[in-house]
């Protein structure tokens, strides 16, 4: 179930098209839990928050390749709900590019279902949090250090052969979120 948040600004009701989905994404401790929430304030629109941490900090074992699917499950009914919404927005807190990834990291393979899924989605844009804020361990986080910039650079790499229209967003506090609101207004609407 989304997020509803209050927030700053009103927009103008919605007409009969779905709504506009944006996905947070990045490489680990980039903002996008942050940013997901503020935007979804900002807008007055539902947010998802990361499924994955939820799901991952419940377990009291080390995850297997079936969880990982359990979770892209959970994105593929997340995104088929948010559709049906009657906002103008629906922000995610990541979404299935990062659970490809993680499956071709971890296991080197991904389900076939799930790559279909992206190719099928319509997603608005993507805003790619950048590197610039430090990487915070916590009990769920894996990829510090290099293997920090080299999941973001899959990432990218993921978004431009699936064709998805993205923005790099960077700033420190306030600033990240004025440049992503300045993204989505200038390349999302």
């Known amino acids: 179930m989304p997020v509803i948040s209050n927030g700053e600004k009103t927009l103008k009701p919605m007409d009969e098209r779905i709504p506009k989905i944006i996905v947070i994404t990045g490489a680990e401790s980039t903002g996008k839990t942050v940013l997901a929430e503020q935007l979804a304030n900002y807008y007055q629109v539902p947010f998802y928050p990361e499924y994955a941490r939820e799901y991952i900090s419940g377990l009291d074992r080390d995850y297997t390749f079936q969880d990982i699917e359990t979770i892209a499950k959970k994105q593929v009914e997340q995104y088929n709900e948010a559709v049906g919404l009657p906002h103008q927005f629906v922000f995610f807190d990541t979404w299935l590019i990062i659970t490809k990834v993680w499956f071709e990291v971890v296991y080197k393979t991904c389900p076939e279902w799930v790559v279909n899924k992206i190719r099928l989605a319509k997603i608005a844009g993507f805003i790619l949090n ?44 306030k600033d990240r979120l004025n440049n992503a609101v300045r993204i989505i207004e200038d390349s999302f609407l």
Request: glycine share 12%.
């Open 130 to 173: 950048d590197l610039d804020i430090p990487w915070i361990p916590d009990p769920v986080r894996e990829n510090g250090g290099e293997n920090r910039s080299k999941l973001q650079k899959i990432y990218r790499q993921n978004l431009d052969f699936f064709g998805f229209k993205y923005q790099v967003n960077n700033g420190i506090g």
